[in-house]
């Protein structure tokens, strides 16, 4: 069990950081802060030995491996022989800490969660950018075993900052030309060994925040016949993130320098710092799968879960085969105007004390 100075929230909360445009984050900073503090709050490193004495983090490097060589091969830079294998006992010693990718931070999902979304492996949709193949294992912290039954939903921005599923002002030019499509959206099952794979690209940047995807992870729920689901639990809601020097050489490349938003660098959005305490770390670990970012990439994270915590993160919109349509009294509808999670602006006060009134969601079992 990890306490945290109360200091660090104080300081964060007294700086009124912005999260999206017109927005702040001092709400998720005091979410953030409540998890950490959970008495039931357990990182994937609490798990390092009994993942490592079933053999699951020795089985997970060398499917990573292959994976990567996979890619490679596919790609033309690499033969099928040529496979270099790391010793697996490296991984094992290195496996939950902090450079290790492992994570369990709760953060918020934002302004722009669509429900509704469709399971799909390929996220791309037509949409240009680094294309990064992400394989997220799902580990229960709980009982230190791989999660199968899950399903990991993942979202982005697109490569120049905006949102496909929704019309905002301050997503992209904040007109409805972004409703219609359900690019980089997706949702995927985890199979037996925990693991689910997407297709998509390094999310671009827009004004207030460091580039981020988004994830939640269902429980139980009912898969329906339109290959999408319904019901069950939703135990995590989190952001991934890409190392500045990685995002530095994906910013170089177009489409990404064709985006004229002011960009937030890692060490000045304070939902990543809050990311990283606590020994959680929300950057994925990644591999360039040829020579240069436009040759694609591979990217890996463990993400920590407890399966009976429930978390109710609320959509903004619902994707139909139309596109998105509005949820009905969405505490998101409105943003960044003047919404119930809004919480900025002459309203500051208000949003702050409101935070601290809202009940800590995570299940306390
Ligand atoms: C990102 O999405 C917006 C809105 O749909 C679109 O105008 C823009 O061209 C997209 N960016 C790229 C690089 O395709
Ligand atoms: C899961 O792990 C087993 C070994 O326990 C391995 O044989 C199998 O290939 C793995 N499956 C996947 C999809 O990684
Ligand atoms: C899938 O089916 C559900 C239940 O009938 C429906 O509400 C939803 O709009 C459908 N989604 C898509 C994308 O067709």
Not at 233 to 256: C, K, N, R, W
Not at 294 to 307: E, K
Request: net charge neutral; charged share 20%.
């Amino acid at each position: 069990m990890v306490h945290f100075s109360q200091a660090v929230t104080a300081i964060l909360l007294a700086t009124g950081v912005i999260a999206h445009p017109g927005g702040n984050t001092n709400k998720d900073v005091l979410r953030r802060q409540a998890h950490l503090d959970h008495p039931n709050r357990r990182t994937v490193a609490s798990c390092k030995r009994d993942l490592v004495e079933s053999g699951w983090v020795r089985e997970q490097h060398i499917r990573r491996e292959a994976r990567l060589h996979e890619l490679r091969v596919a790609a033309g830079f690499a033969k099928p022989h040529e496979l270099v294998r790391r010793d697996p006992a490296e991984a094992e010693a290195n496996f939950g800490q902090a450079a290790a990718c492992t994570l369990d931070p709760e953060q918020t999902e934002g302004p722009y969660w669509v429900s509704g979304e469709l399971i799909r492996q390929d996220l791309l949709t037509g949409e240009k950018g680094a294309i990064t193949h992400l394989d997220v294992n799902i580990i229960d912290t709980s009982g230190c075993k791989p999660v199968t039954n899950a399903y990991v939903e993942l979202w982005g921005c697109n490569s120049t900052g905006v949102y496909t599923g929704v019309k905002a002002r301050g997503n992209g030019d904040g007109s409805a030309s972004a409703i219609v499509t359900n690019a980089l959206r997706g949702i995927q099952p985890t199979g037996a060994n925990g693991t689910a794979t997407f297709i998509t690209v390094i999310p671009g940047h827009y004004v207030g925040r460091a580039n981020h995807l988004h994830t939640i992870v269902h429980h139980g729920a009912k898969l329906l016949p339109n290959n999408t689901i319904s019901g069950g639990t939703i135990s995590h809601v989190g952001q991934f993130y890409v190392d500045q020097t990685m995002l530095g050489q994906v910013e170089a490349t177009t489409p990404y320098n064709t985006n004229k938003q002011v960009q937030t660098k890692n060490a000045q959005d304070q939902l990543f710092n809050m990311a990283k305490q606590g020994g959680d770390d929300a950057t994925l670990k990644i591999s360039l799968i040829g020579k240069t970012i436009a040759d694609g990439l591979y990217a890996t994270i463990d993400v920590g879960v407890n399966p009976s915590a429930k978390r109710t993160p609320q959509p903004v919109n619902f994707w139909t085969e139309k596109g998105g349509i509005p949820v009905p009294n969405s505490p998101w509808t409105g943003y960044p105007d003047g919404c119930r999670y809004c919480g900025f602006g002459k309203n500051k006060r208000n949003a702050e004390a409101e935070a601290e009134a809202e009940p800590v969601v995570e299940d306390a079992e």
